[in-house]
């Protein structure tokens, strides 16, 4: 378990927070996929843009992709392909998805939650990430996984090492790539 220190001037922010990173991933899963409640996903996370509703910025999304597609490239590839989200969760613009959308005729976007990413650092025990970094990726994966749900996409969240996971989950569904923006 990490526990992770975030100091502030302000006195309600100055807190030891414990948080596990199977915690994360239950939290993430829970609040992604929770089906009992009516309310969508998008709506509890993502932030409205003043003066438009939610359907306007679908629309308006949607018009970016269809500006952004290239509408003379044909898919000629066979099986699936995993695409491997890191830390660029875009769906415009995104070559990974692009690649993988070409070369097959199935894909799996995936994103692993890396324990490692929720430890300390080795010399001075500072946290690696912290309560708000998490809430952050938290909500930026709501985000992903529904503009990846409007593209008729699944996101794929494991909690693992992505060394471990990738391997093993192409084996078992029978990838024949995966797919993955180079870290800057």
Request: with cysteine; proline share 5%.
């Amino acid at each position: 378990m990490a526990i992770l220190h975030h100091y502030s001037s302000f006195s309600f922010l100055s807190q030891r927070i414990k948080i596990h990173p199977a915690s994360i991933f239950a939290y993430s899963t829970q609040m992604m996929m929770n089906s009992s409640s009516s309310r969508s996903v998008s709506s509890s996370t993502v932030h409205q843009v003043p003066g438009l509703e939610s359907h306007e910025m679908d629309s308006i999304a949607d018009k970016t992709f269809e500006r952004y597609a290239p509408k003379n490239v044909k898919r000629n590839g066979k099986g699936i392909s995993i695409v491997w989200y890191r830390n660029d969760l875009r769906v415009l613009d995104n070559e990974a998805l692009f690649k993988a959308w070409v070369s097959s005729e199935a894909i799996l976007p995936v994103y692993c939650i890396d324990p490692r990413l929720f430890q300390t650092t080795h010399f001075f025990g500072f946290p690696k990430t912290g309560a708000l970094r998490a809430q952050f990726i938290i909500e930026c994966l709501a985000d992903l996984k529904k503009n990846l749900r409007n593209k008729g996409l699944d996101l794929l969240i494991q909690h693992g090492k992505p060394e471990d996971i990738l391997p093993s989950l192409a084996k078992a569904i029978g990838a024949h790539t995966v797919e993955s923006l180079p870290l800057k």
